[in-house]
């Protein structure tokens, strides 16, 4: 459950996509996954829910990577995983979401954790490397909070 700062609540279901809540008709807007519709949401299995500063709604799902909207422009965006494109997510189980103090978005995987440049859309993946003791302690990340300054606080399963 996510309530942004127009005070709309969202809340990211198990099997049945997204919902908005619509107080002043006092009902839910639902935002499902379409086969074949680029621009629903990018899975029905909703995991994680964030609004970055600029006003972007970002969601993870469980099974097809983020979904972006501005329901303004028309329509959600997907960032996701692609085998063959090393500049993608790790992979498309996103647990978590946070934003750091100079504007990058971080997305918690099940195989690591992605920085990701919301201008130009480059992915930086970080992993655990159990030669290297300053590396995650583990490549699934369920939750993520934005410290002071650029510190990121990271946790793993």
């Known amino acids: 459950i996510y309530q942004d700062v127009d005070a709309n609540l969202w809340i990211g279901s198990y099997a049945d996509g997204l919902y908005r809540w619509q107080e002043e008709g006092g009902r839910f807007d639902q935002y499902r996954h379409l ?6 949401v990018a899975d ?7 609004r970055d500063r600029v006003g972007t709604f970002w969601v993870g799902t469980w099974y097809s990577g983020v979904s972006r909207v ?40 099940h195989a690591g954790l992605n920085r990701v440049d919301p201008d130009s859309g480059a992915v930086r993946v970080y992993r655990h490397d159990p ?24 946790g793993g399963h």
């Open 35 to 40: 086969p074949g519709d680029r621009h629903t």
């Open 44 to 50: 029905n299995q909703i995991s994680a829910l964030y």
């Open 70 to 109: 501005d329901l303004g422009s028309g329509g959600f965006a997907r960032l996701a995983r692609t085998a063959d494109n090393p500049d993608s997510l790790s992979d498309n189980k996103v647990h978590a979401m946070a934003e750091d103090a100079r504007g990058r978005l971080w997305f918690g995987t």
């Open 131 to 154: 030669r290297r003791p300053d590396s995650l302690s583990d490549d699934q990340v369920v939750a993520l909070w934005p410290g002071r300054g650029d510190t990121l606080w990271v």
